[in-house]
């Protein structure tokens, strides 16, 4: 705490460290979920919004969905008019 109270930092890599202590413990499942709840609230708590955003994704999904549909359409358009050429 002296450390960081003088420096602003931590005199570790605290992404690292995190991992290791994770590794060393097998990554308990109970102890990644709480991790990722806590990283998520404080995200939410600084930057005012979740850190997933489902709704642009299910969007992204979705276009990608009409394209492939739309391929395929041209595609069988495509193998008709082929079909129909002597």
């Not at 102890?31 to 994704?57: C, D, M, W």
């Amino acid at each position: 705490e002296t450390y960081v109270d003088r420096f602003q930092r931590y005199p570790f890599d605290i992404n690292r460290a995190v991992l290791s202590y994770l590794e060393l413990n097998d990554f308990p499942e109970d102890k990644v979920l709480e991790l990722v709840k806590n990283l998520e609230s404080q995200f939410e708590q600084i930057h005012g919004r979740p850190l997933r955003q489902t709704a642009p994704l299910d969007t992204k999904q979705d276009g990608l969905d009409d394209e492939i549909e739309a391929l395929r359409d041209s595609l069988k358009y495509a193998a008709l008019v082929d079909e129909k050429k002597p």
